[in-house]
């Protein structure tokens, strides 16, 4: 009976938003090998998720910090990644070639490596920081690096070849996150914030247009 | 129903619409949405305001610019939104770069938004909705219908009843976004349509919320009612526990309510802060009051043989205080009587008060003459004296207590005996009597009544070397003095002399006294046992009281003049360990 429970449990956990667990290669197997269908699914289902979950947390930060201080009018978003070319609409994105999409999603993927793990541990200075937004933070950090993993796969089946992917944009924003000064700080949070759920979005977005057009192919 | 509420929705809008028509106040010109219905394309909607007159065209543009450009440039399509909007169809939208536009005229800036797409998707609502139905329940009551929108995703719907008609309308929302889009159509679903009937399907009934809150409230009233008049005490100190009545430790709600005063005093007496109300001397001014004299007292015994003789034990319908223990028992120890004088606890007075009254001698009359004058039980010890004393002035010849002290208490019972003792041959009298009561209530003392034979042969007074140190002289060196020079004689020759408004002897008056009677014949001494007349003072307590202890004081220095009663307070501290 407990066993059944635990089960359950775990099940209904897994099947938050994004998060089901799929059939994994059995043991043993030494050919085994997931399909790129298979693997395509995983990828959008994590970026999915990582996209909900930085949008939730913008939303609470903003609520909780942001209220009256004016930040959307400074926002003018000077993200550490506007220095990649990124399609900035669908027919862009159907036009870019799926190879070079691919790296682009990469490169963005790791150059907010740094930054998350750099917010997991600073988010939790915050005075008097909700539970929710430490949680949520950590929990993007470990899912960029899930889905990170799964796009280098993805993109070693895709690609032929040995590519040079120097994609790649570092990020210095560590003191802004640090400052004595409350309000600097708190604009410094609330602009990094706003810009991993604009690249969250982004990354999702280019993962479902390939996805429809490498296994679907444009017919989703 | 619906006829009410859509007149009801009219009414509204007519009103709400006279409320704008007559509505005076200026409104600027200002954005009111942008949105973007699918992520390719958005407009931006605004409302032009009253701020010009009707005739001057208005010139209102709506310039946009993206993050990074410089210029600002105007909307491309004011048309295919409608009226007052701008349209920026997929050539001119990027999606995650930010936007600005603003509404000008040449001159003036009304209104001003900043945004990026991704943040104003709105879809539009579905349309073209068909259902088809998935599957019914084993009673055929419930079934699932599915929903299927044009480009959208499939919308299913659990356990609708089959018997019944149904109006859906759906609307959608971005995942990552909050706000709703409009509601699509209303879609009409009825199982019928499609040849399901059911036959046993009948009218549901709703669960009777009235008739069980009826039923529940009564029920438990009249539960409540049984257990207040249930004779079974368990239950209702469970539910309705008794609230305490406020209680005195050691007093009985009762006795405060029959009034027995003397009792009631008794028992508060125990508590240390009624004591000092009891003795105050207000009292002997209270009670000592001129009477008419009775002349058959003068009849009677003396009040000292009556005192002394202890025939009289037995109770008498009149003697003692009935002592039935109210109140007193968690306090008192009942018919003990006290010699211990350490306790000053005036219950052991009380006690001892009840057993001294019992054994006394005190006349049956008298007690019961004092009840009867009173119409009042037993007063307690402080109003016995003054009351004996309020009785015995209506006698001259009565005997009373001489006034040594407010209490003199527990030492009596055994005093008396050893006092009766040493008397039983002499029968003296040995207290001071006293003859007249002044107007100002002062007590004017005189030689004791010589009643009994014996007197005479007392010690003449001749013989005694009257101290001169002592401030007072010894009533009983006095006394006997005058007993022998005036022994055929009730009245004594001294009181013209000896009187004084204070109502002691003095000095002077005992001078005269001494110096007239030491011309008198002088007897031969008594070859009596000296006589202790007056009893010594054993304990001097507080203001309020003299122990007294009828045995001779010790000698221990020729100095000290053992006939005299009296010891002054050098010789106290001699005598006292």
């Known amino acids: 009976g407990l066993l059944l429970v635990a089960l359950l449990v775990s099940h209904m956990l897994l099947t938050k938003e994004g998060v089901t667990s799929l059939p994994i290669c059995p043991n043993g197997s030494v050919n085994c090998q997931l399909s790129l269908e298979e693997l395509f699914d995983r990828a959008v289902k994590l970026s999915h998720y990582i996209h909900f979950l930085s949008s939730e947390m913008f939303n609470e930060f903003d609520e909780r910090y942001a209220q009256g201080r004016g930040f959307i009018a400074k926002a003018v978003n000077s993200c550490h990644t506007a220095s990649l070319t990124t399609p900035e609409d669908k027919e862009q994105a159907q036009q870019i070639h799926h190879e070079d999409l691919l790296n682009l999603i990469l490169g963005v993927l790791r150059s907010w490596n740094d930054p998350l793990v750099h917010l997991a541990s600073e988010v939790q200075r915050m005075k008097e920081a909700p539970e929710t937004i430490l949680w949520k933070a950590v929990e993007i950090e470990e899912q960029n690096k899930r889905l990170l993993e799964g796009m280098e796969k993805i993109v070693g089946r895709v690609q032929s070849g040995v590519v040079e992917n120097d994609i790649y944009t570092p990020w210095d924003g560590l003191p802004s996150l640090q400052l004595a000064d409350e309000d600097s700080r708190l604009f410094a949070f609330y602009n990094l914030l706003h810009c991993l759920r604009r690249d969250s979005h982004k990354i999702d977005n280019y993962l479902k247009v390939l996805k429809c057009r490498l296994i679907h192919d444009n017919n989703c | ?577």
């Not at chain 2, 001494?514 to 507080?542: C, F, K, M, R």
């Open chain 2, 1 to 577: 129903m619906d006829l009410q509420h859509l007149l009801f929705v009219l009414a509204l809008i007519c009103a709400n619409d006279s409320l704008s028509a007559s509505d005076d106040l200026l409104q600027w010109p200002q954005i009111s949405k942008c949105r973007s219905p699918e992520m390719e394309t958005f407009s931006c909607f605004w409302t032009a305001g009253n701020f010009y007159n009707l005739t001057v065209p208005r010139i209102l543009q709506l310039l946009y610019k993206k993050s990074n450009e410089e210029d600002w440039k105007e909307c491309p399509d004011y048309i295919t939104s409608g009226q007052n909007s701008c349209y920026f169809n997929a050539s001119y939208t990027s999606v995650w770069t930010p936007y600005c536009v603003q509404l000008a005229s040449k001159n003036e800036v009304y209104d001003k938004k900043c945004f990026s797409v991704d943040e104003i998707v709105l879809p539009d609502p579905p349309v073209h909705l068909n259902w088809t139905l998935l599957n019914t329940s084993q009673t055929g009551i419930h079934g699932d219908i599915q929903l299927k929108p044009r480009l959208s995703t499939v919308v299913p719907l659990y356990s609708l009843k089959m018997a019944r008609d149904y109006e859906i309308r759906i609307r959608s929302r971005q995942r990552t976004s909050e706000k709703f889009g409009e509601f699509s159509e209303i879609l009409y679903v009825s199982f019928s349509q499609i040849g399901i009937v059911c036959d046993h399907c009948t009218e549901e009934v709703e669960f009777p919320w009235f008739l069980v809150v009826v039923f529940g409230v009564c029920g438990l009233a009249v539960t409540v009612i049984s257990i207040m008049l249930s004779k079974q005490p368990r239950i209702k100190m469970l539910i309705f526990p008794p609230v305490p009545v406020p209680k005195i430790k050691g007093i009985d709600p009762d006795l405060l309510k029959k009034g027995k005063l003397d009792e009631v005093n008794s028992i508060l007496a125990c508590h240390d802060n009624y004591k000092t109300q009891l003795y105050s001397d207000d009292l002997w001014v209270e009670f000592i009051e001129l009477d008419i004299e009775d002349p058959d007292e003068k009849n009677r015994a003396s009040d000292t043989d009556r005192l002394l003789s202890e025939d009289h034990l037995k109770s008498h319908g009149c003697l003692g205080a009935k002592d039935d223990d109210s109140g007193r028992a968690s306090c008192c120890e009942p018919d003990i009587p006290e010699t211990d004088f350490s306790a000053s606890d005036t219950c052991d007075a009380t006690s001892d008060s009840d057993q001294f009254k019992k054994a006394t001698e005190k006349e049956e009359d008298l007690l019961c003459l004092d009840r009867q004058d009173n119409d009042e039980p037993l007063p307690n010890l402080a109003n016995t004296d003054p009351q004996r004393q309020h009785r015995n002035t209506q006698s001259e010849n009565s005997h009373l207590w001489a006034p040594f002290g407010d209490s003199v208490e527990s030492p009596r019972p055994s005093v008396h005996t050893q006092i009766s003792n040493q008397n039983s041959l002499t029968s003296t009298d040995f207290y001071a009597q006293v003859s007249d009561i002044t107007p100002a209530g002062r007590v004017v003392l005189s030689p004791g009544q010589k009643s009994k034979l014996g007197r005479a042969q007392r010690e003449g007074c001749t013989e005694q070397n009257f101290t001169m140190d002592n401030t007072y002289f010894c009533e009983a060196d006095v006394k006997k003095c005058i007993a022998v020079t005036s022994h055929e004689e009730n009245e004594p020759r001294v009181p013209e002399q000896g009187y004084n408004e204070d109502g002691y002897f003095t000095t002077e008056s005992l001078t005269t006294t001494v110096a007239n009677l030491g011309a008198s014949t002088a007897a031969p001494p008594s070859s009596e046992l000296p006589v202790a007349d007056y009893t010594s003072i054993h304990i001097v307590q507080s203001p309020q009281g003299l122990v007294l202890n009828a045995t001779a004081l010790p000698v221990p220095d020729k100095e000290f003049n053992v006939s005299c009663g009296y010891v002054s307070t050098d010789q106290l501290n001699k005598i006292m360990p």
